[in-house]
């Protein structure tokens, strides 16, 4: 019975069917089964199911986008039942945002999404972020990595910005910097000095867990 729903949860997830996925989760809960095995062996599941399908070429954005959504619902009913020490370990925390003068906030929105359904504790402080705020959030959220996002060629000079001050704020040596946004490029990662790049959201939650957990 539990095997059934787990797996009409990850298919839920496959699916982006953000509705069903609540509803099973709700489901779930009432027939008593447990919330954590709920999110590992149906949500997890599911949503690496969606990595595997987006990186084969077989699922574009629109699907990456419902199927990160759709988990992200079931997971918001089934988090606050998690008791104790069932509280899904945080794998690190992240804060993202997209760079100063920049308002698009899409790309880097999906990337905080996936991040928090691997289970990242994401601080999204939304768009046009001084370096200043991002260390400001940075701080609050005692964070091992920050992603900045930057979509115009005019505002990728930011993500160097924010390099920059994280030095002369003495936060470099503590916090990993990821970039990453349409025109970033692995070379620029390299140019500014940051820690890594990631070519879409997928890739993101790898790399996350490279600077996390760097290959010893
Ligand atoms: Co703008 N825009 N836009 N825009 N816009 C682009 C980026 C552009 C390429 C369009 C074009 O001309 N072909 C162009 C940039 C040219 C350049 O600089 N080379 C452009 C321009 C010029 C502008 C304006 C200047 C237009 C104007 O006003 N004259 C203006 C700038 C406003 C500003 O920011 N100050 C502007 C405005 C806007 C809207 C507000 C209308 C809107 C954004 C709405 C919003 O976000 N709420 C918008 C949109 C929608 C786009 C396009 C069409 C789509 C962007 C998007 O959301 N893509 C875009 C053209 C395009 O990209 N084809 C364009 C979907 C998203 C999932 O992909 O953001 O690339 P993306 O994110 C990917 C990866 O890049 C990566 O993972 C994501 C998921 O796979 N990624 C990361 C992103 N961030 C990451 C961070 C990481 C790792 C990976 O680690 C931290």
Redesign the pocket.
Known sequence: MSDELFQKLSDAVIEGEKQSAIDLANQALEQGLDPLSCINEGLVEGIQKVGVLFNDGEYY?PQLIMGAEAMKAALAVLEPELVGDQKRDVVGRVV?GTVE????????T??GTMLAANGFKVTDIGVNNSAEEFIAAIREADADIV???A?????MVNQKKLIEELEQAGLREKVKV??????VTKRYADDIGADGY????IS?VDMAFRLIDPPA
């Open positions: 954005l993202v003068g920049d308002m698009h906030e899409i790309g880097k999906l990337v992603g900045a996002s979509l115009l060629t005019t505002t990821m970039v990453g946004g349409a025109p990631a070519e879409d959201a993101a």
